[in-house]
T-cell receptor, first 116, second 112 residues
Framework: DTGVSQDPRHKITKRGQNVTFRCDPI?????LYWYRQTLGQGPEFLTY????????KSRLLSDRFSAERPKGSFSTLEIQRTEQGDSAMYLC??????????????FGEGSRLTVL | AQSVTQLDSQVPVFEEAPVELRCNYS??????LFWYVQYPNQGLQLLLK??????LVESINGFEAEFNKSQTSFHLRKPSVHISDTAEYFC??????????FGTGTKLQVIP
C-alpha cells in the first residue's frame, strides 16, 4: 500500500496525558500537512512541512502542540497535557511541490483522539 | 488570507434528481479550487479540481463544477444523483505555496 498511513487509528487518553501521532506520507511526496477535524466542521489547518522544514503553523495551535519531520519522511504530532477540547480526528496529508504540483492533497484515514 | 464558505450544511435530494452544492471563496491571490468527498467511514479524497484553463471541470462519476471568478464561486453540480453519492462534500481553496483551506462541508443525503 503506497498511500498515506497514520498510527494509531484510535487513541483514548485521560486529560493531562501526552499523546503522539505518526504519519507516513506517500514516499515521493515532499510536503506533509496536519489538519484537525471535529464533528460538523471541515478540516482545520494545523501545520505543514516541505521536506524537513516546518513552513507554516496555525496561530490557533497552542504551545502544547508540536510537530516534527526530522528526516523529511515521516512526521509526528505530539499533544502535551491533553484537554477534552483536543478530542478530534487528526488528519495527515501529503503532496508534491514544484512543476508536478497540482495542489492535490492525499489524505490518510486519520487518527481519532478521545480525551476523557 | 483565504477562506471558503459552504452555506448549506445538509442537502437532502431524491435519487435521480439534480443537485447543486454551493461554494464561495475569498482569496487575495490566484488559487486552485477543489472539491473533496468523504464517504461514510472513509478518508477524504479528491473529487475534482480547477487549476487554470477551462472554467468547467468534471469528475469521473458525473459531477461538475464551474469556476466563476466574478462571483468567487465554485459550485458543484450533478444532473442526476445516485444513492452511492451520499457523502460529505468539502470545497477547498489553496495549493502551490498557499496552504489548502477547507469549508465546513455539505452533507449530501440521497433519498431513495
Amino acid at each position: 500500500d503506497t498511500g498515506v498511513s497514520q498510527d494509531p487509528r484510535h487513541k483514548i487518553t485521560k486529560r493531562g496525558q501526552n499523546v503522539t501521532f505518526r504519519c507516513d506520507p506517500i514516499s515521493e511526496h515532499n510536503r506533509l500537512y496536519w489538519y484537525r477535524q471535529t464533528l460538523g466542521q471541515g478540516p482545520e489547518f494545523l501545520t505543514y512541512f516541505q521536506n524537513e522544514a516546518q513552513l507554516e503553523k496555525s496561530r490557533l495551535l497552542s504551545d502544547r502542540f508540536s510537530a516534527e519531520r526530522p528526516k523529511g519522511s515521516f512526521s509526528t504530532l505530539e499533544i502535551q497535557r491533553t484537554e477534552q477540547g483536543d478530542s478530534a480526528m487528526y488528519l495527515c496529508a501529503s503532496s508534491t511541490s514544484g512543476r508536478q504540483d497540482t495542489g492535490e492533497l492525499f489524505f490518510g484515514e486519520g487518527s481519532r483522539l478521545t480525551v476523557l | 488570507a483565504q477562506s471558503v464558505t459552504q452555506l448549506d450544511s445538509q442537502v437532502p435530494v431524491f435519487e435521480e434528481a439534480p443537485v447543486e452544492l454551493r461554494c464561495n471563496y475569498s482569496s487575495s491571490v490566484s488559487v486552485y479550487l477543489f472539491w473533496y468527498v468523504q464517504y461514510p467511514n472513509q478518508g477524504l479524497q479528491l473529487l475534482l479540481k480547477y487549476l487554470s484553463g477551462s472554467t468547467l471541470v468534471e469528475s469521473i462519476n458525473g459531477f461538475e463544477a464551474e469556476f466563476n471568478k466574478s462571483q468567487t464561486s465554485f459550485h458543484l453540480r450533478k444532473p442526476s444523483v445516485h444513492i452511492s453519492d451520499t457523502a460529505e462534500y468539502f470545497c477547498a481553496v489553496g495549493g502551490g505555496y498557499q496552504k489548502v483551506t477547507f469549508g465546513t462541508g455539505t452533507k449530501l443525503q440521497v433519498i431513495p
